[in-house]
């Protein structure tokens, strides 16, 4: 198959590139910068914002899988959450304007999202049914909040774009933990070798995680079943505690 990961040159997207060499697909990967990205993965520039030459690639592509979103390790700051805001719903736009211009648009648009969107709590699970969209929880620190309004509005525009012949499903991911440079794993890894692990607050707090090879998986799960869309969630089926998946990284 010929691939797009449009925002495809960080971490997530170097897991999935190299399962789709490694299995024989064409990699295409969208990206604003320079990418260190294997040889055999062709990178094509793109602005994140509006359509351009870039577009070519979505027509007569299988698969596109939308990476793009400014990273959220940092501080929490007015500018920083308006570019992560913007890099999402613009970026997300963007890929339905393409592939609703495209002549053979793809069968399948798999859009990142996040488990972030759902509320703090534990007297359930929340899943793709029942689960509880947060932010409005008693007591939800402002920055939380602003958090789900992010991950809301992108899924609503990845919702909102006319792609009728193109199959669409939100990837609610937890942590994905690969030992690649400049993941999840990699800067929870640093923080507690300098001594920085412990437990945040009472530790009671869920972490629901990901091993790469099966957010793989699930992505090539996706890919195949015609019949599923919509959001899906995409994590471990027994997330840990805070204080539990500390102990676990400092053992480690």
């Not at 520039?45 to 899988?65: K, N, Q, Y």
């Not at 992108?154 to 792609?163: G, K, M």
Request: proline letters at 5%.
């Amino acid at each position: 198959m010929k691939i797009v990961l449009p925002g495809g040159s960080g971490q997530i997207g170097a897991v999935l590139a190299r399962a789709f060499r490694a299995r024989g697909d064409e990699v295409v990967v969208l990206s604003r910068g320079n990418s260190c990205l294997a040889r055999d993965v062709r990178v094509v520039p793109w602005d994140g914002r509006a359509l351009g030459a870039w577009a070519r690639e979505i027509d007569g592509a299988d698969v596109v899988v939308n990476l793009a979103g400014r990273t959220v390790n940092c501080r929490y700051s007015e500018k920083h959450l308006r570019e992560m805001m913007d890099s999402r719903v613009d970026s997300t736009r963007a890929v339905g304007e393409a592939i609703a211009a495209a002549a053979r648009p793809p069968r399948v648009w798999l859009q990142s999202s996040t488990a972030t969107i759902y509320a703090h709590r534990f007297d359930a699970a929340n899943d793709e049914r029942t689960g509880v969209i947060g932010g409005r929880e008693p007591g939800v620190p402002p920055h939380w909040a602003r958090s789900v309004e992010i991950a809301t509005r992108w899924e609503q525009t990845l919702f909102a774009a006319p792609t009728p012949r193109t199959r669409r499903v939100a990837l609610r991911s937890s942590l994905t933990l690969s030992p690649d440079k400049g993941g999840i794993f990699d800067t929870l890894l640093g923080l507690v070798r300098k001594g920085l692990g412990g437990t945040c607050g009472d530790g009671r707090q869920w972490v629901s995680w990901v091993h790469e090879a099966d957010f793989v998986r699930a992505v090539m799960f996706l890919i195949d079943r015609e019949d599923l869309d919509g959001p899906v969630n995409v994590c471990a089926p027994n997330p840990l505690s805070n204080r539990d998946f500390m102990r676990e990284l400092r053992r480690a």
